[in-house]
């Protein structure tokens, strides 16, 4: 049984820009890198598998990446993760600039250098949520939207089921906790101070450029995604609780950001602009797998920006343990109890 508060995927995951470029959010070789390529290599094999379950079509495309350098600053730090992205066996070209504009001629003239990386992609975020739900409802899933569950029971610490803000009581013998930023208003209830805070972050979208922008562009806190008809631009960051705003600042800055990328979308007109709030913690890490102390409570939060990206991992290796009760060596880092052993000067805020 699923219980969702809202309709699915009403929240993050509709707001998400649904890339799928995994180096971007690597800072070096270890567990984090290999938690973010095994998800990335599952999405090939599961888009076919939902698109023939569902019949629904998720906008997975293939569109590679130019990650690009406008200055001397950004272009060492450039050459250094080009330098790391090397180990991890995605194909990929450094570009000088002259070279960036025949991938992609609507760049700025200021481009010196770009990554070129082919295989990264993109996807319909909220058409992917959207079809795991359909999936998993022609598979037996009961899902009940519109039901936020307000308790959750248990008997020392084992969860033996929760209540709903209708009053139902439903029992269990595992439980999943996938609340992403409002995982705490559970947690908390039963002593569990799970450090997951909300960022808000804020996109816009302009028209599509004639002839079309092609490849998704990463510049300096600032990411282009072109679409058939639209170019999503994102994305601000900020700590400011669950209040969701979308501000002309926000939209402002981040039409500016694109324009220094690509001068041509001056032209364009912002279309529409959201907002969504992503999972936070301390380290920018997810929380995966089971509660510590707990026997049968297990944790899938705290994904932050990767969130879509790490989806089909997060699942599968989460229906995995329930099932055999081994945890993935994948997920073993990122478990709950890791906050535990860091001090204050060893996490870092984002």
């Known amino acids: ?41 599952q999405f090939p094999a599961l888009v076919v598998e939902l698109e023939n379950i569902t019949g629904l079509q ?8 130019l990650r690009v350098a406008r200055n001397p600053r950004r272009l060492a730090r450039l050459k250094q993760r080009f330098e790391t992205w090397q180990a991890f066996g995605l194909p990929l070209s450094w570009l000088d600039g002259d070279e960036a504009r025949l991938q992609e001629p609507w760049l700025a003239p200021n481009v010196c250098s770009a990554v070129y990386v082919p295989e990264e992609a993109q996807i319909n975020a909220a058409q992917l949520v ?37 009053g139902d009581i439903v029992t269990c013998n595992h439980l999943v906790l996938t609340m992403g930023a409002w995982s705490t208003h559970l947690t908390s209830s039963i002593g569990i101070d799970l450090p997951v805070r909300p960022i808000q972050g804020q996109m816009i979208a302009l028209p599509q450029l004639q002839p079309a922008l092609q490849h998704i562009i990463f510049g300096e806190s600032i990411y282009v995604i072109p679409r058939s008809t639209e170019i999503l631009v994102g994305a601000t960051k900020a700590d400011i609780g669950f209040e ?97 052993k860091l001090s204050v000067h060893e996490v870092q805020e984002e």
């Open 244 to 340: 969701i705003q979308v501000t002309d600042e926000g939209a402002d800055q981040l039409h500016q950001k694109a324009r220094r990328l690509i001068p041509s979308l001056a032209t364009q007109s912002i279309e529409r602009s959201w907002a969504g709030i992503r999972p936070g913690t301390p380290d920018s890490h997810p929380i995966l797998g089971p509660a510590a102390g707990w026997e049968n409570l297990v944790l899938a939060s705290g994904h932050n920006s990767v969130g879509i990206l790490l989806s089909p991992l997060t699942g599968s290796s989460i229906a995995d343990y329930i099932v055999t009760g081994q945890l993935s060596t994948l997920l073993q880092p990122f478990q709950s109890e890791r906050f535990q």
């Open 58 to 65: 998720l906008g997975y495309e293939q569109t590679g990446t």
């Open 130 to 166: 959207q079809a795991f739900a359909l999936a998993a409802s022609k598979l037996g899933a009961q899902l009940h939207t519109q039901t936020p569950v307000t308790t959750l029971l248990h008997e020392d610490k084992k969860i033996v089921g929760i209540m709903t803000a209708q």
């Open 1 to 41: 049984m699923l219980f969702e508060r809202e309709n699915i995927g009403q929240q993050a995951s509709s707001a998400a820009a649904g890339l799928l470029a995994p180096l971007g959010p690597i800072p070096g070789p270890g567990s984090f890198a290999d938690l973010l390529l095994a998800s990335f290599q």
